[in-house]
């Protein structure tokens, strides 16, 4: 652990929330793809008490737990085949593409999509909001006037570029 002032001056002084050290450490070497999950959970502040550290689960299952830990949504709830993450190699490699999956899953929920797109936008500040999210919106028939409302809402936040 980095002490003192040093601290603030490196990532660790920075969000250690899982998706942060995932985009940032995913790529590392581990003998096994969940070992580098379980220990990026260690280091965590956020998901240690969403995720249950079972060695005996597969691979695939880790993924599907780690990814509604991030998101809470169904990653396999899509039906594009290409766009559900392989392994957590593939999952941590394309982490950002799965955000963007993960949102786009969570506005056409005609449940409790507002709920889980506000939460997904809040959650990751840097998704990038494209022509397709917003339609998909607009195609929301129980939710797109509030689902419109927190895209704008974040739109707004975002730097002027």
Same mark, same amino acid.
């Given at each position: ?34 070992? *580098? @999950?379980? &220990? ?5 502040? /956020?998901?240690?008490?969403? %995720? ?27 039906? *594009? @085949?290409? &766009? ?5 190699? /593939?999952?941590?490699?394309? %982490? ?66």
């Amino acid at each position: 652990m980095m002490p003192g002032p040093f601290r603030k001056e490196t990532w660790f002084g920075g969000n250690q929330d899982l998706y942060t050290l995932l985009e940032r450490f995913g790529g590392s070497e581990a003998s096994k793809p969940r070992d *580098l @999950v379980y &220990a990026l959970l260690s280091m965590t502040t /956020d998901a240690i008490h969403y %995720i249950r550290l079972e060695y005996k689960n597969d691979e695939i299952l880790v993924v599907k737990t780690v990814s509604h830990s991030l998101y809470r949504v169904n990653l396999d709830s899509t039906t *594009l @085949v290409s &766009a559900k993450p392989t392994s957590l190699r /593939d999952f941590y490699r394309r %982490i950002s593409h799965f955000s963007q999956l993960a949102l786009k899953i969570a506005i056409q929920d005609e449940t409790d999509g507002d709920e889980l797109t506000a939460f997904i936008l809040d959650r990751y500040p840097k998704i990038a909001i494209h022509h397709g999210t917003v339609i998909s919106a607009t195609r929301n028939v129980t939710k797109a006037p509030r689902l419109l409302r927190i895209l704008l809402k974040y739109l707004e936040k975002l730097p002027s570029q």
